[in-house]
């Protein structure tokens, strides 16, 4: 037998009612707010949970956002690098 109950009963109250405004989905957050919370996450102590649940968030976006927020500067440097360098052997000639 399930728990689920579906019998009417005036006498009993519900615990919690949830209400559900707008038209839901996703929510879209910009590059700035994306880069705030990883920010905050970042800080000395810092726990992640805590900062995703002050947004609304799951830990487990936020740490999608930290790892592709990594592969980014990732990639940025292998670009600036290589150009880095050459600037450098330039300049010490």
């Not at 615990?15 to 994306?34: H, L, Y």
Request: charged share 35%.
């Amino acid at each position: 037998m399930s728990g689920l109950d579906l019998t009417f009963d005036p006498e009993r109250q519900p615990r919690r009612f949830e209400v559900i405004n707008g038209a839901g989905g996703r929510r879209q957050w910009s590059m700035d707010d994306k880069a705030r919370i990883i920010a905050e996450t970042l800080e000395p102590n810092a726990i992640i949970s805590e900062v995703a649940r002050r947004y609304g968030l799951r830990p487990q976006q936020v740490f999608a956002w930290r790892r592709e927020a990594r592969k980014q500067v990732a990639r940025r440097s292998k670009i600036l690098l290589p150009s880095c360098r050459r600037l450098w052997r330039r300049r010490n000639l």
